[in-house]
């Protein structure tokens, strides 16, 4: 068996540090975790998703390189990273093991969304010197003892879209909740040590609302946890993302992984924050792309050296392929450098067909990959055949789901805010 995508000494950045005018601390960054993901992940990838089990070694490797602290302040021994520089590194990881770049997300949006991005949200004085206070014990975990934080928000209903209250409820009783509910899709369960639940704070006889969502940090090994169900799904198998039971689990209000009303404020103020799903996929689909070319040119360890590049019919597809990619890199990239508090309409608009063109075209360009490339390319000691598969699940994925997408351009595009028909 060969999956180590070996010759990748070659791959270059998806997004050139001169052409993409980025800083030198922030190639830098992206630089690192490209060199990791070629080094450590490429040569795990194959196992980890025949066996359908979470990639804790990678985890483990990511928190000795600093990775795990990525978007952690420098001053909090983290690494820095923005939003973008983020989204770039995570791509650079997508490339050579989606399921460990989509479960490493679900990490790091634990710090970012806590971090940088609560830090452009309004919050009372108390409320913030609070938030700092919390966040730092969160952060020193993750620094000192690489704690892995999960998020599970899915839980089968329309509340993960954004639609209505989670069904996952907290209930505030002396120092903290009590947390009862189901998730489903929960990412990294059974490995995770902490699980950064979506709830809905609700006092006795209180109607639930979106508004008391509470973001929580629930210690895998309090009392009332379970992972409960099989995980045997087409891609994504190293995520390992079962379901999560909550039984009445005391959680402590130092939990908080932001102040009451602050995620309500983020989903509405600063929504490229769901975008931070879609770097995975378009490391898939530079992935895709690049398989192809070293296939063709008869590169591919672990294949005869036929070269197929000769026919005119394989540089068409070649073409095709390589129009999809830059196409779908432009509108991410412009996307992701908008990101901010309190977009324009437009920026939103841009971000929803950004999530959408990069969750499609990230599985069109690996379906032409194998149309390309052919029979023996789809054999499973190769990459390509785990690739199609994992791009077929960016789609699906809450709460920019392609078909959400498409559905909030049509509508936004159409209507002013209130706007109605007769
Ligand atoms: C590999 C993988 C890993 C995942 N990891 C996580 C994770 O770590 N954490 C997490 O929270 N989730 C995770 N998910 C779950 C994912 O985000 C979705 O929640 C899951 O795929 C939903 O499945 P579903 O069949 O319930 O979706 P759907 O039935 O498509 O949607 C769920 C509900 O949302 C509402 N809805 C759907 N479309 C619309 C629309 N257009 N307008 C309004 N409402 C709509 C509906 O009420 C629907 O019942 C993961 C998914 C995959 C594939």
Known sequence: MNDSLEGQERD??????????????????IDKARRFGRRVLAPRAQKY????????????????????????????????????????????????????????????CSTLWSGALADDLPMSPADRVAHEKRR?????????????????????????????AFGTEARPVEGGFRVSGKKIFASL???????GVLCTERAQGEAATRRNTLYLAVPAAAEGVKVVGDWDPLGMRGTVSRTLLLDDVFVLEEEMLMPRGVYFEAATRWP??????????????????????????????????VKRRMYPTKQIAVAEMHMQLEQTKAIWFQAISEARPNPTKEQVLRAYAAQATVMENSNAIATKALRTC?????????????????????????????????????REALYESGEKDE
């Open 136 to 164: 730092r014990m969160h952060y020193r975990r993750i620094v000192e003892q690489g704690a892995i934080y999960a998020q599970p928000f899915s839980e089968g209903g329309a509340a993960a879209a954004g639609v209505v």
């Open 189 to 195: 369960s059974g490995a995770a040590d902490y699980y």
């Open 49 to 108: 998703d025949r066996e359908a089990s979470f990639p804790l070694e990678n985890f483990r490797d990511m928190h000795a390189d600093g990775l795990l602290a990525i978007c952690i302040p420098e001053a909090d021994g983290g690494l820095g990273a923005d939003f973008l520089t983020y989204c770039i590194a995570a791509a650079e990881l997508g490339r050579y093991c989606g399921a460990t770049a989509l479960s490493w997300n679900m990490h790091v």
């Open 272 to 305: 490229h924050m769901f975008l931070t799903l879609s770097p995975t996929y378009l490391g898939l689909a530079q992935a895709a792309y690049d398989f192809t070319i070293s296939y063709l040119r008869g590169e591919m360890p672990g294949t005869p050296p």
């Open 12 to 29: 270059a950045p998806i997004f050139a540090p001169d052409a993409f005018r980025l800083r030198p601390f922030q190639a830098e960054l």
């Open 374 to 410: 052919g029979g023996q390319a789809m054999l499973k000691n190769l990459a390509l055949e785990r690739i199609y598969r994992d791009s077929r699940c960016g789609s699906l994925m809450l709460p920019w789901t392609a078909e959400i997408c498409v559905d909030r351009i049509g």
